[in-house]
């Protein structure tokens, strides 16, 4: 469990490991491997804060797996973790099931 606490709309995600096997069953080195963009969301924030001081509901929650760009956010290491921190608007999908 994380100890960071996003605020506003930002959502905190913990990167998911860049696949070591190509989809032809080929391994591949360090060098090779693609930039993670999946994420489970350990953190989220209250909800963006409107001009007349409502808050909007965020659309994901803890537990949601995400995919997001691949240079999106701000990676943060906590207790030798990966951890990106991002904003709501910068997810592309929600992985189902």
Do not use: C, H, W
């Not at 996003?6 to 096997?21: F, G, H, S, T």
């Not at 491997?33 to 999946?38: F, H, L, N």
């Not at 995400?66 to 990676?75: A, Q």
């Amino acid at each position: 469990m994380t100890n960071i606490r996003p605020l506003d709309d930002r959502i905190v995600v913990k990167v998911l490991d860049a696949e070591e096997v190509s989809a032809g069953g080929i391994l591949l080195p360090d060098s090779a491997k693609e930039k993670p963009q999946r994420g489970k969301v350990t953190a989220v924030g209250e909800g963006k804060l409107l001009d007349d001081g409502k808050r909007v509901a965020l659309e994901v929650k803890k537990g949601d797996t995400v995919i997001y760009g691949k240079y999106s956010g701000s990676d943060v290491k906590v207790d030798g973790q990966d951890f990106k921190i991002l904003r709501e608007s910068e997810v592309l999908a929600k992985v189902e099931g």
